[in-house]
């Protein structure tokens, strides 16, 4: 947002929970169990033409989605995987053309609706877990978890393209 911003795009939060369950292959083990039911999850929106336009998208890249179309042989269809929660992988499409981007919000348990202020929306709905859980998120669930985005994105540069099957 504070890019955005700074160029003259007005753009405001979105904020949300997520079900923490389509985040399986990014997360695992003691991960998994750690976790909280629900996640804290935002995006960013921009008035474009008229209109709030949603760009949705945390860890994601065309790398990133390439490979997981690479590892999953039927992509057709509803997919809840690796952090990314779409109604149908095959047709999931990181290129903006100007409308909305949504790459987890079939995931989405419950909508807090639109903030200006960041800072605002998050005293108001902090992610919530003991110290020690953060602790170890921290200092061991997050580097896993790049590790595992890491390998998805090898899919791509690997070379193994099925796109035949969307």
């Known amino acids: 947002m504070a890019l955005l911003r700074a160029v003259g795009i007005p753009c405001r939060l979105h904020g949300s929970e997520v079900d923490k369950h389509f985040q399986e292959g990014v997360t695992s083990?003691?991960?998994s169990v750690l976790a909280p039911g629900t996640i804290v999850h935002t995006w960013a929106e921009v008035y474009y033409k008229g209109?709030?336009?949603a760009l949705e998208g945390v860890i994601t890249d065309e790398p990133y989605i390439k490979g997981i179309k690479n590892k999953y042989k039927v992509v057709k269809g509803p997919f809840a995987r690796y952090a990314v929660s779409v109604k149908d992988l095959c047709t999931l499409s990181l290129e903006w053309h100007g409308e909305d981007i949504f790459v987890q919000n079939e995931?989405?348990?419950?909508?807090?609706?639109v903030y200006d202020d960041p800072d605002a929306f998050f005293k108001g709905h902090p992610q919530t877990w003991?110290?020690?859980k953060n602790i170890a998120y921290v200092h061991y669930g997050r580097k896993k978890m790049n590790r595992n985005v890491r390998k998805i994105r090898l899919r791509e540069k690997q070379g193994m393209m099925i796109y035949g099957l969307c």
């Open 51 to 53: 209109d709030w336009i």
């Open 130 to 132: 003991s110290k020690i």
């Open 107 to 113: 995931s989405v348990v419950k909508d807090f609706g």
């Open 29 to 31: 083990g003691l991960i």
